[in-house]
C-alpha cells in the first residue's frame, strides 16, 4: 500500500529514495510573513513543502522587493544549500501559512550521494524553477498589475486548493513589486469585474475561469511548465498540510 504524500516532489521520487529521506525528515508549520533564509545567506536546511506558499523574492539596495517564483505542493526550497553553495540568491519568504518537512542539508547531500535517483528529479526541480524565474521576469516587464496578480493568485490556488488568502497590501507590494496604490488599483480592477472579493486584507477567488481567462499567458506557461516533471496537483493530499506525511510502504 502507498500512502498519499503532500508533495509533489517527494510523491515522484521512487519509493526506496523515498525511504532513505524521511527519516532525517521534520514536520514543521510555515507561518506567514516568516523568512526561511534571506539573500546572501548560508542555510542549513532544505523545506519539501506540504501546505502553503513561498516567495522567492528578489531584493534591492533600497529595500525594495519583487517575487522571481513562488514554490508550494510542487517542490523543495532550500536545495542549492545541499551543494553548499556560499550565499543564497534570493529571500526565501512564507506567504501563505502551511507546513513542510525540513531536512538538514547535511542529511541531504548525503542522500543524493548514495541514491542517483534522486538527482533526476531534483534536476528537474531546478530546471523548473529556472523556466519560472525566467517567465516571472518577462511578465513582470510586459504584463499589466492587475493580469500579474491574477496570475499570482491562480498559482498559489493550484498549490493550496485555497481560494481565500490572507495578504495584506504590503505582502502583495512586496511580491508584485509595486506600490500599495498600485495594489488598491490592481485589486479594484479583479474586484469590479467580480472576479474576487478584497476586504480587511483577505482576498477570495469568486470566480476562477473567469479569473484565468481575464489572465495572461503567463499563468499557463508556467503550470504547464510545473505539470511536465509533477504528478498534477490535485492527485496530491488537499488541505494545509497539517497531517503528518506518511511513509511509503
Known amino acids: 500500500?502507498?500512502?498519499?504524500?503532500?508533495?509533489?516532489?517527494?510523491?515522484?521520487?521512487?519509493?526506496?529514495?523515498?525511504?532513505?529521506?524521511?527519516?532525517?525528515?521534520d514536520r514543521v508549520r510555515l507561518e506567514a510573513g516568516s523568512i526561511l533564509y534571506d539573500a546572501g545567506d548560508s542555510t542549513d536546511y532544505a523545506w519539501f513543502i506540504t501546505g502553503g506558499v513561498v516567495s522567492l523574492l528578489s531584493l534591492s539596495e533600497d529595500g525594495g522587493s519583487v517575487e522571481a517564483a513562488m514554490?508550494?505542493?510542487?517542490?523543495?526550497?532550500?536545495f542549492s544549500g545541499a551543494s553548499q553553495r556560499k550565499g543564497m540568491a534570493f529571500r526565501a519568504q512564507v506567504q501563505v501559512a502551511g507546513a513542510a518537512q525540513r531536512i538538514s542539508a547535511k542529511a541531504l547531500r548525503a542522500v543524493i550521494k548514495q541514491e542517483i535517483g534522486l538527482y533526476e528529479p531534483l534536476l528537474d526541480q531546478a530546471l523548473t524553477l529556472g523556466e519560472q524565474i525566467a517567465q516571472v521576469a518577462f511578465c513582470n516587464q510586459f504584463h499589466s498589475t492587475d493580469q500579474r496578480l491574477a496570475r499570482w493568485l491562480l498559482l498559489a490556488r493550484d498549490r493550496t486548493f485555497y481560494d481565500a488568502f490572507?495578504?495584506?497590501?504590503?505582502?502583495?507590494?512586496?511580491?508584485?513589486?509595486i506600490s500599495r496604490s498600485g495594489v488598491s488599483s490592481a485589486a479594484g480592477l479583479l474586484q469590479t469585474k467580480g472576479l474576487i472579493r478584497y476586504a480587511r486584507g483577505r482576498i477570495t477567488i469568486l470566480n476562477h475561469k473567469e479569473l484565468e481567462a481575464s489572465t495572461c499567458e503567463c499563468y499557463r506557461i508556467i503550470s504547464r511548465t510545473i505539470n511536465l516533471y509533477l504528478p498534477s496537483q490535485s492527485s496530491l493530499a488537499s488541505g494545509d498540510g497539517s497531517a503528518l506525511d506518511r511513509d511509503r510502504s
Do not use: E, K, W
Not at 2 to 24: C, D, E, K, M, T
Not at 71 to 78: A, F, P, Q, S, T
Open 71 to 78: 514554490i508550494g505542493r510542487d517542490g523543495l526550497i532550500g
Open 166 to 177: 490572507t495578504l495584506t497590501h504590503v505582502m502583495i507590494s512586496q511580491i508584485l513589486g
Open 1 to 25: 500500500m502507498q500512502s498519499v504524500i503532500a508533495n509533489g516532489l517527494l510523491a515522484a521520487l521512487p519509493p526506496a529514495v523515498y525511504g532513505r529521506l524521511s527519516p532525517h525528515f
